[in-house]
């Protein structure tokens, strides 16, 4: 580039470009080398946008075939909302296919108000389907969370409930287990390995191995959910997730503890109540350790609209 | 004036550019609010692939124009980043996004769905019962205010 002067120059610059600096003007002798490189460097940065926003797709030498292929196994590690949501669908109706559903409607559309004001103050308010709470009619105590927002509550631990804010903290730490996505932590990684060996012709189609694999992946979740149980962390940053919700909602946290107690006391009986889960005495420790301040918020409206709804 | 030109030229790529920056509806479906917040007056429902224009962004919430050129809040879960689309006048892959070719790649897709349904061990008939339990957001406001929620 030419150089730039401060001086005026004793000859008008008939057409020269005013710098950011009024002090400094272009004289008219190195006008067209000025404009060549201001051209050249208009033209550069006009490159420079187009190919950032095209991320450079026609520079690509990869045929179509070896991109689905990339596809495939970059997609052994991730997987994405949408999906997510349909393995949750097959989750449910697996588990549906074991234990009735309760069509209390009533009951149904109270849990969903519950579980929906939680939802709002979570980390993934807004998911592919929504949340959607159910009851399944089942003795047991047990709740369970399908990938994709699916949240069952059984008839025995509705029960076990003695107020709104204690259902709220069931559903609560269901919430956190959908929002760090752990039912597809239960799917074996061998699964998701074996779809990023397929050669892409087969993959992208409609084979019989990738819906072996679907179902394998449901019944992982399922055998994870029903029996075998999440591992002792997640269900740690479950409860210490859901003390966070409960706060942030407005319940009161003591309600989880309240809920801990009674699976402790069913515990002793050797009854099921959350037999997928690490002992309730090791989970009333931590909560107790973690409770913050009660909230001191007057309870009469949510007494009666519990009553109300669960009716004994 | 060629100097202009070029000028113009670049202002117009930028322009261009910045007014691409548009968001898509990742979710089936959510809202168009008044405020940034999910309590708020809903004021247009959005469905899945609906484009929306980035006007500013406010925390977890980004300030959108819709097609109908109402402006109205969504929240960053319920939408992603799109490139803005150049296919017509650059060359460039066309049809299916990366993400719907993995899908369909890995199967967990409605396609695979529909093949289970019917089959033993799988209840979907209650699944649809499950969804379809909804509840409106004028009931959420308000059990939220009566019960001394936030």
């Given at each position: 580039?030419?150089?730039?002067?401060?001086?005026?120059?004793?000859?008008?610059?008939?057409?020269?470009?005013?710098?950011?600096?009024?002090?400094?003007?272009?004289?008219?002798?190195?006008?067209?080398?000025?404009?060549?490189?201001?051209?050249?460097?208009?033209?550069?940065?006009?490159?420079?946008?187009?190919?950032?926003?095209?991320?450079?797709?026609?520079?690509?030498?990869?045929?179509?075939?070896?991109?689905?292929?990339?596809?495939?196994?970059?997609?052994?590690?991730?997987?994405?909302?949408?999906?997510?949501?349909?393995?949750?669908?097959?989750?449910?109706?697996?588990?549906?296919?074991?234990?009735?559903?309760?069509?209390?409607?009533?009951?149904?559309?109270?849990?969903?108000?519950?579980?929906k004001a939680l939802v709002l103050k979570s980390e993934r308010p807004?998911?592919?389907?929504?949340?959607?709470?159910?009851?399944?009619?089942?003795?047991?105590?047990?709740?369970?969370?399908?990938?994709?927002?699916?949240?069952?509550?059984?008839?025995?631990?509705?029960?076990?409930?003695?107020?709104?804010?204690?259902?709220a903290?069931?559903?609560a730490?269901?919430i956190?287990?959908?929002v760090?996505?752990?039912?597809?932590?239960?799917?074996?990684?061998?699964?998701?390995?074996?779809?990023?060996?397929?050669?892409?012709?087969?993959?992208?189609?409609?084979?019989?191995?990738?819906?072996?694999?679907?179902?394998?992946?449901?019944?992982?979740?399922?055998?994870?959910?029903?029996?075998?149980?999440?591992?002792?962390?997640?269900?740690?940053?479950?409860?210490?997730g859901a003390?966070d919700l409960l706060v942030a909602a407005g319940y009161?946290?003591?309600?989880?503890?309240?809920?801990?107690?009674?699976?402790?006391?069913?515990?002793?009986?050797?009854?099921?109540?959350?037999?997928?889960?690490?002992?309730?005495?090791?989970?009333?420790?931590?909560?107790?350790?973690?409770?913050?301040?009660?909230?001191?918020?007057?309870?009469?409206?949510?007494?009666?609209?519990?009553?109300?709804?669960?009716?004994? | 004036?060629?100097?202009?030109?070029?000028?113009?030229?670049?202002?117009?790529?930028?322009?261009?550019?910045?007014?691409?920056?548009?968001?898509?509806?990742?979710?089936?479906?959510?809202?168009?609010?008044?405020?940034?917040?999910f309590l708020?007056?809903?004021?247009?429902?959005?469905?899945?692939?609906?484009?929306?224009?980035?006007?500013?962004?406010?925390?977890?919430?980004?300030?959108?124009?819709?097609?109908?050129?109402?402006?109205?809040?969504?929240?960053?879960?319920?939408?992603?980043?799109?490139?803005?689309?150049?296919?017509?006048?650059?060359?460039?892959?066309?049809?299916?996004?990366?993400?719907?070719?993995?899908?369909?790649?890995?199967?967990?897709?409605?396609?695979?769905?529909?093949?289970?349904?019917?089959?033993?061990?799988?209840?979907?008939?209650?699944?649809?019962?499950?969804?379809?339990?909804?509840?409106?957001?004028?009931?959420?406001?308000?059990?939220i205010?009566?019960?001394?929620l936030q």
């Amino acid at each position: 580039m030419k150089k730039l002067t401060q001086q005026s120059c004793e000859v008008p610059c008939k057409g020269g470009i005013r710098a950011l600096n009024s002090k400094f003007k272009i004289c008219s002798k190195d006008l067209p080398n000025f404009r060549i490189c201001y051209k050249a460097l208009m033209l550069l940065l006009c490159l420079c946008q187009l190919l950032a926003a095209w991320k450079l797709p026609s520079l690509s030498k990869l045929s179509k075939a070896k991109k689905g292929v990339e596809m495939v196994a970059g997609a052994t590690h991730k997987i994405s909302e949408e999906e997510e949501y349909y393995i949750g669908r097959a989750v449910a109706a697996n588990i549906l296919s074991q234990y009735p559903l309760w069509k209390n409607k009533a009951l149904c559309h109270y849990l969903n108000l519950i579980g929906k004001a939680l939802v709002l103050k979570s980390e993934r308010p807004e998911i592919f389907g929504g949340y959607h709470f159910a009851l399944l009619d089942s003795a047991e105590a047990n709740a369970l969370s399908a990938p994709g927002g699916i949240i069952f509550l059984s008839r025995g631990i509705v029960e076990m409930a003695e107020n709104e804010d204690e259902l709220a903290a069931i559903l609560a730490h269901e919430i956190q287990h959908i929002v760090s996505k752990d039912p597809l932590q239960a799917i074996k990684s061998q699964r998701m390995k074996s779809l990023g060996t397929f050669a892409a012709g087969e993959a992208l189609g409609s084979s019989s191995e990738v819906l072996n694999i679907f179902k394998d992946s449901v019944l992982d979740i399922t055998g994870t959910l029903l029996q075998k149980g999440y591992s002792r962390g997640q269900e740690k940053d479950a409860d210490l997730g859901a003390l966070d919700l409960l706060v942030a909602a407005g319940y009161n946290q003591d309600a989880l503890l309240a809920m801990l107690e009674k699976c402790q006391k069913i515990e002793k009986k050797k009854a099921k109540a959350f037999s997928a889960h690490p002992s309730a005495a090791k989970r009333i420790d931590y909560v107790s350790d973690a409770l913050g301040k009660a909230s001191g918020k007057d309870m009469s409206v949510r007494f009666a609209r519990f009553k109300k709804s669960v009716s004994r | 004036m060629k100097n202009n030109v070029c000028l113009l030229g670049f202002l117009a790529v930028t322009a261009l550019l910045l007014a691409g920056k548009v968001l898509t509806v990742k979710v089936l479906r959510t809202q168009l609010l008044a405020k940034p917040d999910f309590l708020s007056n809903n004021l247009a429902a959005i469905q899945k692939g609906a484009r929306l224009e980035l006007i500013e962004t406010q925390g977890n919430w980004f300030l959108v124009k819709n097609a109908n050129g109402s402006k109205g809040y969504v929240h960053q879960s319920a939408v992603t980043e799109s490139k803005v689309n150049l296919s017509g006048i650059m060359p460039g892959k066309k049809g299916a996004s990366d993400e719907e070719l993995a899908l369909a790649a890995k199967g967990f897709n409605e396609g695979n769905e529909k093949k289970i349904r019917g089959s033993k061990g799988y209840n979907f008939a209650a699944v649809e019962w499950v969804m379809d339990q909804d509840v409106a957001n004028a009931a959420l406001v308000e059990f939220i205010r009566d019960g001394k929620l936030q």
